[in-house]
């Protein structure tokens, strides 16, 4: 073999000799145990989470549909005595918290869901005190703003009269001029049950009952009568005593000679 021979057949195994160290040269310091990344063909890019839909929650009452009460009253003769909500909801992870050692609430969660409500029987022959007790239903809807119902039960003495003097009997101006009552109570809540046409009865808190008759046009004098009734779980109670109050038109016109019912004045300003 003649000597460029060989030569040029030593520079090829040196250079290759070269590549070799050069391919096992020591990477940089702090980044010797680093595994090799490697950039894919086709990156993916990562998932994207859809925007949170609106959140729909609804409570009825078992039996008819219609709007759950901010309060529901029980009335003392607890056995037997319940209430269920029906609850259609977009989510299902609601809860309902509350209730006390008297009153049970059971709820059932999921888009169709219920929470079970019943209380234990209040009455004792030595009360501490024979007015209501009360706690409180919460309702935990995610994305929703708590939803609170008060529970109230009323004690088996309960009581409802106007004041002063228990007096059943009022005269109403025949002008459509406003009378106030008061009504004494220690019933959780109250309602006034009106079945006649010419008079207005109006609830305008606890303890105050706002009554008027329609004008008729006429001298002809008219009676009615409205009752004052205890509302007990979310209708009106047949447990408790009513109150009954004779209404009658033909008082002269407290009002003065300019009042005219059709102006609808505010009398209590």
Known sequence: MSAIKRFFSLSVLFAG????????????????????????????????????TDVVFKMTGEYDGSQVPDILVFNHNGEGIYYVIN?????????????????????????SGMIHISVDQYEDPYPPSTYPRFCQLV?????LSDKKITIGQEYSYTR????PNMQREYTLPS????????VI???????????????????????????????????QPR?????????????????DTPWDITLKEGAPDVAGDDYSYDEGLEWDK
């Open 17 to 52: 000799i070269l590549l070799s160290f050069g391919g096992c040269a020591k990477p940089p310091a702090g980044q010797e145990n680093q595994e090799p990344t490697e950039k894919p063909d086709n990156p993916v890019d990562p998932p994207v989470t859809p925007p949170p």
């Open 87 to 111: 609850v259609e909801s977009s989510v299902e992870n609601w809860t309902a918290e509350g209730g006390a050692s008297w009153c049970h609430i059971v709820a059932y969660s999921g888009k």
């Open 139 to 143: 309702v935990k809807v995610p994305g």
């Open 160 to 163: 409802i009269y106007t004041a």
């Open 175 to 182: 002008s459509g001029a406003p009378v106030d009552i008061t």
């Open 185 to 219: 109570t220690n019933l959780v809540d109250w309602t006034v049950k009106n079945d006649t046409e010419w008079i207005k009865a109006e609830k305008l808190n606890r303890y105050t009952l706002r009554v008027s008759a329609v004008p008729s046009g006429t001298s």
């Open 223 to 239: 009676e009615g009568m409205i009752t004052l009734l205890s509302i007990a779980n979310g209708q009106v109670s047949s447990y």
